[in-house]
C-alpha cells in the first residue's frame, strides 16, 4: 500500500505539473555541435541521372526536448557559402550565392536528395534555368561543390543551426528541365471515385485525375493556376506534384497545409481572394459544411523554396493560352530572337491568345515598313521545326493579307510586303490555318 501511494503522490505531482505548463512554449536549448558526414563518394565525380538519388548523413542535434527535426541541404560552386545582406549607404545589397535543397523525407538525418534537384540547382547557379537553355554539347560536370546541412525544429524561429561544410569533388548533371508545362492534382474528397474513396495519385489513375489537373502556366515558371468544381459542404483535399503515388510526411510529390498526414487545416472559398501557405507533405485543407459548392479558381506559387503559397478565389479562370510570333516583326537589334524559355520576357510582347480554349489564336501587332517573315511557335523550346509553319522544306511561302493558308509543320516563312502599321494575326487550330489582315 505505501508504494502504490507513492506512485500516487507522483502522479498527482506529475499531473498538476503538466497543467501548470500547458500554456508554455517547448522549452530547448540551442545544440552547437551538428556535423554533416562526408559522403563514401566524396572523393568520385557523381553521375547524375533521372531517378537517382543522392544520400547524405548528418548527426541529429541535441535541442533538449523530443521534437521533430526538419533537414535542407544547402550547395554552392563557389569557395565558400554568402549569407544575404541589404544594401547599406557604403556597401550594394548581396544575395545568398547558394541553392537550398529539401530531402525526399525531410525529418530523418540519413536522407536523400534526388538527382533531379541537384542537378537543377548546379545548373541554375551556372545561369542555366530551362529546358532549351540547355548545353547541347554534353552534360556539364562542376568540381570542388561544396555542400552543407541545416537542421531547424518546426515551428520555432531561431531553432536553425548549421553543420561543416563537405566537397564533393565533382557532380556531372543531366538536364533536368521539363519540355512542357507540368499539373498538380487535386487528391481528395472532391476526386473521390463512385464509392467515395480516395483515390491513389499514380500513373495507373492519370486518366481520372484528368479532370483534377492544373497546369503549369508555362515551362519551369513553378506556378499552377486553373479552376475546379468543388462539391458543397466539407471536403478534404491536398495536391501532387505529379502522379508518383502517395508519398510521406514532410515531403513532396504531396503538397498541404501542414506536413504530417492528418494535419489538416480550414480554408475557406470566398469572391476575395485569400492566400493560404503550402508546404511538401501529406496534411489537408477543409472546407466549412457551410460551403455551398462552385467553381474555384486556385494559384499555387511554389517559386520560392521555403514560401509556398496557395491563393483560392471563387469563380472559374478563363484561361488564357498562348503561341508565339517569331520572324522580322518579333527582331530585337536587327536579329531574330531564339523561341527559347531565356527569351521569355521578350516574347511577352509577341503573342498570340486563346482565351478561353476555342483554339483560335489572335493579336494585333504593330509591324514597321518592310518585307515581313515570320512562323509561329507553340512553346519557347528553341529553334527547329514548329507545328504552325508555312512549309515543311523550310521554303518561304508568298501571302496575300487577308488569304488563309495552311500550315504544316516545318521552318518555312510566310512573308510579304508591307507598308507599315498594325496587322492582325490569327492562327486557327481547328481550321488548320494561318492568317494575316491590316487592322481596321
Not at 249 to 258: C, E, V
Not at 345 to 360: K, Q
Not at 389 to 409: K, P
Amino acid at each position: 500500500m505505501k508504494k502504490l501511494y507513492i506512485f500516487a503522490a507522483i502522479a498527482a505531482t506529475a499531473l498538476g505539473f503538466t497543467a501548470c505548463e500547458d500554456d508554455k512554449e517547448p522549452v530547448y536549448s540551442q545544440p552547437t555541435e551538428f556535423v554533416l558526414n562526408t559522403p563514401p563518394m566524396s572523393g568520385q565525380t557523381y553521375v547524375l541521372k533521372a531517378g537517382d538519388m543522392v544520400n547524405f548523413t548528418c548527426t541529429q542535434p541535441n535541442y533538449g526536448v523530443s521534437l521533430i527535426t526538419n533537414y535542407v541541404l544547402d550547395v554552392t560552386t563557389e569557395a565558400e557559402f554568402v549569407e544575404a545582406a541589404e544594401a547599406t549607404e557604403d556597401t550594394p545589397a548581396v544575395e545568398v550565392n547558394y541553392k537550398t535543397l529539401s530531402p525526399a523525407v525531410a525529418n530523418v538525418a540519413n536522407f536523400d536528395i534526388k538527382a533531379e534537384d541537384l542537378s537543377k540547382a548546379l545548373l541554375q547557379l551556372a545561369g542555366i534555368d530551362g529546358y532549351s537553355a540547355y548545353p547541347k554539347d554534353g552534360d556539364p560536370s562542376y568540381s570542388d561543390v561544396k555542400v552543407r546541412c541545416r537542421a531547424f525544429l518546426t515551428g520555432i524561429e531561431g531553432s536553425e543551426i548549421a553543420s561543416n561544410v563537405v566537397t564533393l569533388a565533382g557532380v556531372q548533371v543531366y538536364n533536368p528541365f521539363p519540355a512542357e508545362p507540368r499539373f498538380i492534382y487535386l487528391v481528395g474528397n472532391p476526386s473521390c471515385n463512385e464509392a467515395g474513396q480516395w483515390v491513389e495519385p499514380s500513373a495507373g489513375n492519370k486518366s481520372h485525375y484528368e479532370p483534377w489537373g492544373i497546369e503549369e502556366t508555362g515551362v519551369g515558371t513553378d506556378i499552377y493556376e486553373g479552376s475546379l468544381e468543388i462539391p458543397a459542404g466539407e471536403q478534404y483535399f491536398r495536391f501532387y506534384l505529379g502522379l508518383e503515388g502517395w508519398g510521406g510526411d514532410n515531403a513532396l510529390p504531396s503538397i498541404g497545409p501542414k506536413g504530417v498526414d492528418g494535419e489538416n487545416d480550414p480554408i475557406s472559398f470566398s469572391s476575395t481572394p485569400e492566400t493560404y501557405k503550402a508546404v511538401p507533405g501529406k496534411g489537408s485543407w477543409f472546407t466549412p459544411s457551410t460551403w455551398e459548392g462552385g467553381s474555384v479558381t486556385f494559384t499555387l506559387d511554389m517559386t520560392k523554396p521555403d514560401d509556398w503559397k496557395l491563393t483560392v478565389v471563387t469563380g472559374a479562370m478563363v484561361k488564357e493560352n498562348y503561341v508565339y510570333l517569331v520572324g522580322t516583326p518579333s527582331m530585337l537589334g536587327g536579329n531574330w530572337v531564339e523561341p527559347s524559355a531565356s527569351n521569355a520576357s521578350h516574347y511577352e510582347n509577341w503573342r498570340l491568345v486563346d482565351r478561353g480554349g476555342t483554339g483560335i489564336y489572335t493579336n494585333t501587332f504593330d509591324v514597321p515598313e518592310g518585307d515581313v517573315y515570320f512562323r509561329v511557335y507553340g512553346e519557347l523550346t528553341g529553334w527547329g521545326a514548329t507545328p504552325y509553319s508555312a512549309d515543311a522544306s523550310g521554303a518561304n511561302i508568298s501571302m496575300t493579307l487577308g488569304d488563309a493558308y495552311e500550315f504544316v509543320t516545318g521552318e518555312g516563312n510566310w512573308t510579304f510586303p508591307w507598308t507599315g502599321g498594325e496587322l492582325v494575326f490569327t492562327l486557327d487550330t481547328k481550321a488548320g490555318t494561318m492568317i494575316v489582315t491590316p487592322a481596321v
